[in-house]
């Protein structure tokens, strides 16, 4: 490394660092009028825990990146993952991600039966105990979550005051009752992490914000276990798969229970193991078959629009898998486990969707749109596609990357400059380097990854349309950006060509302003919040 290498990189750490520093100083002003005017003097410490932790984050993770030590970036990445988890976990508190009460109450049902109690009853309603009931009533209502008082689906300062004031331990009360909350009715594999976190919780007597931020934290180390694998194991690009796991969006989701977590870092895995294994040396073995037979079993009933990650296992030769017999079984080995799966979760979702003739989208109270009726209007179909994605595409891009944390709260996002910077981050880094970089993915296989990324999209789209959009909306509703997270990083991939050539590899310069970006718009959340009283 050069000299002059060495002290700009020197440079850009220690403004990363003061910049991050001077904003949080900028923001502490909201902080200290929200803490004024609500008489809670304990935002002001918890501000300054919060700050002193981004800026800790950002020093140990810039010298990581930055210094003359080189570290793999698979390490650094898991180190930045959690670090930053953990105060997104701070800053948007639990159940503030979208439909979050939901991931919760689903992943208490599966502590129950690790540790050998009823988790429902007849009807299927989960059985926690009396004392978390606070958790989905949170303001007193009687009705909890389903009329929006329930803990963190609004974030404002007396959320913060609550948690505050409750803490962490348990008041002994393990009577149990019916919670109001209901189950998501899919594969009990996304829930295992978070729920082995309720469950250690309900072992040590903790409180129901103890299990929360419990069930969280398994959560985001299972998100980040899995993302070190995948980021491990690919031939290339590594950078770009850590890129995507530090979008603010993604860290909300990997500290949160939504199954979300699950699905991003399990369709990268999956096609991390299919690129290594067509574009190094290796052959495919058994245990890569079953690998990904696995992945895609645990994937595939939680959202069936991501069946489409099956395709990165056409980009393995033939060749590889010992023949075309051998290949043959392979693929009926992955399409069985998928199937198999999806029977067993989703028949019975299938057949409502395809099968009937009328659809009442219930949060609106009107009809709309039916699976037969789309195929037979192919107009309307082709006419609802095209006022989405002219009204729509902005909203997915900005909620792709951070904007309107929280429960989609408009209020709760990452400024725009941020999000025009981490676009621009993550097209830079999926560019050719100096040097002799090979560009692997090119011709037919650029192309389809291409297709792959857009039947994702448009069945994503299809499938909201069916089940969310009722028929007198001319966009369709209920897509958002998040979505698309799963298939980013391999779609960016493919933005490498022999036409646009960095003169220097900035990844990670590029990588370390990512994390700089993190912590800014987290002090600034915590401001934002503190502020609403």
């Known amino acids: ?82 670090l930053l988890g953990l105060i997104y976990c701070f800053v948007l508190p639990p159940l503030s991600a979208p439909d979050e009460i939901r991931h919760y109450i689903s992943a208490y049902k599966i502590s129950s039966t690790m540790l050998g109690q009823p988790s429902t009853d007849e009807n299927g309603r989960v059985y926690i105990r009396s004392q978390d009931l606070f958790i989905e009533n949170s303001g007193g209502s009687q009705d909890g979550a389903e009329t929006g008082q329930g803990l963190g689906l609004f974030l404002e300062e007396k959320t913060y005051r609550e948690i505050e004031k409750r803490g962490l331990k348990g008041t002994g009360d393990n009577q149990t009752v019916l919670s109001g909350q209901t189950a998501v009715a899919t ?200 006022n989405t994605l002219v009204w729509q595409l902005q909203y997915y891009h900005l909620t792709m990357f951070g904007a309107y944390l929280g429960n989609i709260d408009q209020v709760l996002d990452v400024p725009y400059f941020i999000i025009l910077f981490l676009t621009f981050a993550l097209v830079v880094m999926a560019l050719k380097k100096p040097g002799d970089e090979t560009i692997y993915i090119k011709g037919w296989k650029r192309a389809w990854i291409w297709f792959l990324f857009l039947a994702c999209a448009g069945a994503t789209m299809f499938s909201m349309l069916v089940a969310w959009t009722p028929a007198s909306s001319r966009v369709i509703l209920g897509v958002q950006g998040r979505y698309f997270l799963p298939l980013l990083p391999i779609f960016l991939l493919t933005f490498k060509n022999e036409w646009l050539v960095l003169k220097k590899n ?27 009283i």
């Not at 991050?20 to 909201?30: D, I, M």
């Not at 990146?65 to 898991?78: D, P, R, S």
């Not at 309720?198 to 985001?220: D, K, T």
């Not at 099956?310 to 023949?323: D, E, H, S, W, Y």
Request: proline share 3%.
């Open 187 to 386: 594969t009990p594999l996304a829930y295992v992490a978070p729920g082995a976190g309720i469950a250690l919780g309900r072992l040590l007597n903790l409180g129901g914000l103890g299990l929360l931020y419990l069930g969280r934290l398994f959560n985001l180390l299972m998100f980040t276990a899995v993302m070190w694998l995948a980021v491990k194991r690919m031939p290339f690009g590594k950078e770009i798969l850590c890129a995507v796991g530090l979008l603010p969006m993604t860290l909300h989701l990997a500290a949160s229970f939504s199954y979300d977590a699950m699905i991003i870092c399990m369709s990268i895995y999956f096609a991390a193991i299919c690129l290594d294994l067509a574009y190094s040396g290796k052959n495919v073995r058994i245990k890569d078959v079953v690998l990904l037979a696995a992945v895609m079993g645990i994937v595939g009933p939680c959202k069936m629009v991501y069946a489409v990650c099956m395709g990165f296992c056409l980009l393995i030769p033939v060749r590889k898998f010992g023949g075309l017999k051998q290949w043959a079984a392979a693929a009926a080995a992955v399409l069985f486990v998928y199937g198999a799966a999806m029977v067993l979760i989703n028949l019975q979702t299938i057949q409502v969707y395809t099968g009937g003739t009328e659809n009442y989208i219930g949060w609106a109270e009107e009809p709309g749109f039916t699976f037969s009726g789309l195929l037979h209007s192919p107009g309307k179909l082709i006419e609802m596609f095209y």
């Open 506 to 532: 900035y990844d990670r310069q590029l990588l370390f302003l990512i994390i700089c970006s993190d912590v800014y718009a987290a002090v600034r959340l915590f401001s934002i919040v503190s502020m609403r």
């Open 1 to 82: 490394m050069k000299l002059g290498e060495i002290e700009g990189k020197k440079i850009l750490w220690a403004l990363g660092t003061g910049a991050v520093l001077l904003l949080a100083l900028w923001h502490y002003q909201g902080v200290k009028a929200g803490a004024l005017e609500s008489q809670d003097g304990f935002l002001t410490w918890w501000y300054g825990i919060l700050a002193v932790l981004g800026l800790a984050a950002v020093f140990a993770l810039g010298w990581l990146l930055l210094g003359k030590a080189k570290f793999k970036i698979e390490t650094i990445f898991a180190a930045a993952c959690l």
